[in-house]
């Protein structure tokens, strides 16, 4: 999935952590140029109870540099009965109200993910991105980050990690 240079992309709290997590934070600049952050994301990932756990000081660098912007969405989707955070509803709402503008979601949640397609948006996760900045030459080894992030707790069914290096053409070890 590439979207259009001009089309707004909106980074959920998942994403911005695991990237962070494994020093892979820049890539979303380099992939994206300019990025949209909404405030309940900002907040968990900023908020008190996140001082200097990963992608806190990458963000707050990020938005003081100028290219990921803090956005408050005018109205909010109604939440799902269970599995949505507020950050990832703030997320789809965001990416409601730009619409018109082909706007990209970066999320992994299942959950999320199901809802942004519900309402038609383009999401994106942790994995597609890494795909991604592979094929722009970004990325030497999808496979050292998918097990950096596997060293941290990012979980991915061992199929799903076959068929992306598969799809990348590194080879299949794990």
């Known amino acids: 999935m590439n979207p259009p240079p001009q089309s707004p992309v909106v980074v959920d709290a998942s994403v911005l952590i695991a ?8 890539l979303l600049k ?40 803090v956005m408050t969405p005018s109205t909010l989707i109604p939440p ?34 199901r809802r942004a397609r519900a309402e038609g948006l383009q999401v994106l996760g942790t994995l597609g991105i890494l795909k991604l900045a592979k094929a722009r030459g970004s990325l030497e080894s999808v496979g050292a980050v998918m097990d950096s992030l596997d060293r941290r707790g990012f979980r991915v ?18």
Request: proline share 4%.
């Open 19 to 26: 990237l962070a997590s494994v020093g892979q934070f820049e």
């Open 30 to 69: 380099s992939l994206f140029g300019a990025l949209v952050v909404p405030e309940a994301v900002y907040n968990e990932v900023c908020g008190a109870q996140a001082q200097g756990k990963a992608g806190e000081p990458e963000l707050r660098r990020a938005v003081r540099e100028g290219w990921i912007i």
């Open 80 to 113: 799902p009965h269970s599995g949505m955070r507020r950050g990832e509803i703030e997320v789809i709402s965001v990416g409601i109200e730009m619409q018109s503008f082909n706007p990209l979601l970066l999320m992994d949640e299942r959950v999320g993910r």
């Open 157 to 174: 069914a061992k199929s799903l990690y076959q068929s992306v290096l598969t799809q990348v053409g590194e080879k299949t070890d794990h």
